[in-house]
């Protein structure tokens, strides 16, 4: 497997594609480069084990085919020549032109001066009748310095595959972003929902191929549209912040979560054709690895859970969508929290608890005040219940420390009706009466 990679676009692309190129192919290595407007690089000898060329060159191409159709992929033993193979569209280094020396000289950007003189070694190589790298390498090494200036050894060098030029640092940008033009040749635009919904696909798909590069997930984003609005002259440009208090990684289930906000944001329809569209990460959290486990679902089982959370909460409201956490509290209305985590990766084995009388199914918010009379018991709305069965009391007493105590005895009252309720009855000085508390279904 040769150690270098490079995928370069013969008819160009602009910074802000291959910044999102590079920030998806940082999954495969860590050594990542941009050359400005053609490639990006990256060195895979690292990951050998994990990938095989074939393989990797299949992902790579996946990854390019979403920034355009034309693209090359090489594989080299040194950057410069995977760039130059790409370049020229060749498979064996030997045959390429002299002009590749420029490749050589330096690879990782635009070189003026080095592209001078190595293009400089075009005319007395021809001279002698070359006109390929491999005969520069045919020549004997040792009196190329003196035929042709230093810089010939050098050059001579870096063709044998001895490499000895640092690997630039590629900086990640803080907050990504993703667009897209919605106006294509002869067309005014997206005039409907459904359209803005297929063109967010793709969105989607590149900016979680994106994030999971960096080994990161999507936890807030905004979303901005541009409206061509009668009669104004300018674009209007709406925005609209989306969070996600699960945080996602999957394009297919971001891609729902924001059709359902877009419901809610736009349930009137588009007030004009949309002429393009933006993804900007706002916030982001850790991500759940680099590669999937082969032996375990609970990575697209998270992935889907979150989704159906984050769905429900734009559906219904930010605050309605939750789970319920134990607190250590005595009083039972509120011994409990809202709370939002993701699946833990492993069942936890569940300690031995000291035996604890039976809680109800169903926990009113309020305690609801009961008349007794005999064996009936009636609430305020005329609903009532024959009790046959008291079991208890328990007896529950304590936080008396948070300015108010609590002195009450419980008991599971069966009834002819068939359900069981869960009823309390106020000692002196602490809310005399009898209050219905809950129902166990």
Request: proline share 8%; charged share 20%; aromatic share 8%.
């Amino acid at each position: 497997m040769q150690p270098y990679a490079c995928l370069y676009f013969p008819a160009g692309l602009p910074a802000s594609r291959l910044d999102s190129l590079a920030d998806a192919c940082l999954r495969f290595s860590s050594q990542v480069a941009v050359r400005d407007g053609e490639a990006v690089l990256l060195e895979t000898g690292k990951s050998r084990w994990l990938y095989q060329q074939g393989s990797l060159g299949l992902r790579l191409q996946h990854l390019a085919q979403r920034e355009g159709p034309l693209q090359r992929l090489r594989f080299g033993a040194s950057p410069a020549e995977a760039l130059a193979l790409a370049r020229y569209d060749a498979h064996d280094p030997a045959a390429l032109p002299l002009e590749a020396l420029t490749d050589y000289a330096s690879p990782f950007r635009v070189d003026e001066p080095a592209s001078r003189l190595a293009l400089s070694l075009g005319p007395p190589l021809r001279a002698l009748g070359l006109s390929t790298l491999g005969g520069l390498l045919a020549l004997p090494p040792q009196s190329l310095g003196s035929r042709f200036g230093p810089q010939a050894p050098l050059l001579r060098h870096r063709l044998a595959g001895h490499w000895d030029m640092g690997w630039p640092r590629y900086v990640k940008k803080e907050q990504p972003s993703e667009s897209l033009s919605l106006c294509q040749a002869g067309d005014s635009g997206c005039s409907s929902l459904e359209q803005l919904a297929f063109s967010l696909r793709l969105l989607c798909e590149r900016l979680c191929a994106r994030l999971r590069g960096r080994d990161e997930r999507l936890g807030r984003l905004r979303l901005t549209l541009s409206v061509d609005v009668f009669p104004r002259r300018e674009p209007r440009h709406l925005h609209w912040d989306l969070g996600l208090p699960l945080a996602l990684g999957e394009a297919r289930e971001l891609h729902r979560v924001l059709g359902e906000a877009l419901q809610g944001w736009l349930g009137r329809g588009l007030p004009g054709p949309a002429l393009a569209v933006q993804l900007q990460v706002l916030e982001v959290a850790p991500g759940s690895g680099g590669q999937r486990h082969l032996f375990s679902r609970h990575e697209e089982q998270v992935e889907a859970f979150n989704a159906v959370v984050d769905r429900l909460r734009q559906r219904l409201g930010p605050g309605q969508a939750y789970q319920g956490g134990l607190l250590q509290r005595y009083l039972p209305e509120q011994a409990w929290e809202k709370v939002l985590r993701e699946p833990p990766a492993q069942r936890q084995p569940i300690p031995e608890l000291p035996y604890l009388p039976a809680r109800p199914t169903r926990l009113l918010a309020r305690a609801q005040p009961l008349l007794r009379v005999g064996d009936q018991l009636t609430l305020a709305n005329g609903r009532r219940w024959q009790a046959v069965d008291w079991q208890g009391p328990e007896r529950l007493q304590g936080e008396w420390w948070l300015g108010r105590g609590l002195d009450r005895d419980y008991y599971r009252v069966s009834t002819q009706e068939g359900l069981d309720l869960w009823v309390y009855q106020g000692r002196p000085g602490a809310g005399p009466g009898t209050w219905l508390h809950g129902f166990f279904d």
